[in-house]
């Protein structure tokens, strides 16, 4: 299972490339492609998918009859990262560097003297107007270089980063990015008219002592994680919807981001095709926010709340937030662990330490838009937003089968405040 997804991690540089190759591996097992831009005519058992964006995905799988509900998980493609700017190159008297800015909150010095490549997607011009075109150039091509201890004698009593001067990568060709960049787009230099690019660690995932370590875990093992387990499920009276956003790491609001129209407006086309309201629909759907959470961590137990410290390799974790920056309730998590008891799946729940702000994800934003049960679940992991994380070796295989038991299931409201998934 962790090998799997390695290289579905390897595959998934950016959020471009997750969401392409999502849609491969759903068009290999009978998935159909929609677009927003056409009027959907669906079929019961029909599966299909539509992306916004190149960057965001949303797959879904009908019953043979009327759906009961919606049963749904979400995770993102993105991960903290640096954006390489349009003027790319900053010329120095005997070396380049690529500009750049950052993209959500990394840990900076994770991402220090350590060989990155560049990733994204590419608009070209064609004869038939504009085109989109994936990038990943996968060498090794640029590092962001430390100072020598000796020139920063303070630097291992905490280095405050100016993303302006510290963190601009060094470049290991001087001149000729823009066209390196048109060659793997396969068109001249002067039909590249404008890019998204970023950097990203290109070291491959590994497996030791039980942990695993690799590259973007968050998000991109809950992406994978609850892509096997909607592709492996049985069949179920509700509606299957696998989401997968942008945009997460600076807050969701864009137009392919959680908090978009994106999710709202496909529920809404798949009741419209099938006779259905979405406010009827909804009542009786259930979404899982998949996003990963902090493993106590092994040299500071004090950062973890004491009744609430999760650990790497015991279970799939249910997060919990009075402010609701998670969406999970006692309904919901109710829900889940019938899940998680159903399926044979360890669970553990996760709660900030009061005097400590955590991070939001998906669920409460995406609530916004379409109001629905929402739990939010994750695995636990260390090192959140380095350039190498780390997470339980046995917890990948954990998610897949709740997951795969999820997908599975079917919820009914009843009008009490009493619920059967079964």
């Not at 709740?402 to 997908?407: D, G, H, S, V």
């Amino acid at each position: 299972m962790n090998q799997a997804l390695f290289s579905y991690i390897a595959a998934c540089p950016t959020a471009f490339q997750a969401a392409a190759h999502t849609a491969a591996l759903l068009e290999a097992e009978g998935y159909r492609p929609l677009r927003e831009t056409e009027e959907w005519m669906l079929e019961p058992d029909g599966r299909y998918y539509v992306t916004r964006n190149g960057s965001s995905l949303i797959a879904f799988r009908l019953p043979k009859g009327r759906p009961a509900g919606f049963m749904m998980t979400a995770a993102h493609s993105d991960s903290p990262t640096f954006k390489i700017k349009e003027n790319a190159e900053l010329t120095g008297e005997n070396e380049t560097r690529l500009s750049v800015e950052g993209y959500g909150g990394m840990l900076c010095d994770s991402w220090m003297d350590r060989p990155l490549s560049v990733a994204g997607r590419a608009m070209v011009r064609t004869e038939n107007g504009v085109a989109m075109r994936l990038i990943d150039l996968r060498d090794n091509l640029a590092l962001i270089p430390n100072v020598a201890i000796h020139m920063n004698r303070e630097a291992n009593n905490g280095t405050k980063y100016n993303f302006a001067v510290d963190m601009q990568p060094l470049y290991g060709e001087k001149g000729g990015f823009r066209r390196r960049i048109a060659e793997a787009a396969g068109v001249a230099e002067e039909d590249l008219l404008t890019h998204d690019l970023f950097l990203y660690n290109p070291q491959p995932g590994v497996e030791w002592g039980g942990y695993i370590s690799a590259p973007r875990l968050d998000d991109l093992q809950c992406a994978f994680a609850s892509l096997q387990g909607f592709l492996t499920a049985g069949e179920s009276q509700s509606a299957a919807v696998y989401c997968l956003f942008d945009n997460e790491e600076v807050g969701s609001q864009t137009k392919q981001g959680a908090a978009s129209t994106f999710l709202r407006e496909t529920l809404e086309r798949i009741c419209d095709a099938l006779g259905l309201t979405l406010r009827t629909m909804a009542a009786g759907s259930f979404l899982l926010s998949c996003d990963n959470a902090h493993a106590v961590h092994p040299n500071h137990p004090e950062y973890a709340d004491k009744n609430h410290a999760v650990r790497m390799n015991g279970g799939v974790v249910i997060k919990y937030n009075a402010s609701q920056r998670y969406a999970t309730d006692a309904v919901s998590a109710a829900l889940f662990q019938t899940v998680c008891e159903e399926a044979g799946v360890p669970f553990q729940r996760y709660a900030n330490r009061p005097d400590m702000v955590g991070g939001s994800t998906l669920g409460s934003i995406a609530n916004t838009q379409v109001s629905l049960n929402m739990a939010d679940i994750g695995l636990a992991q260390l090192a959140m937003h380095s350039a190498l994380e780390t997470a339980g070796g046995a917890d990948t295989a954990y998610m897949v089968q709740a997951l795969k038991t999820f997908f599975g299931m079917t919820l009914r409201a009843g009008g009490d405040g009493t619920y059967q998934l079964r």
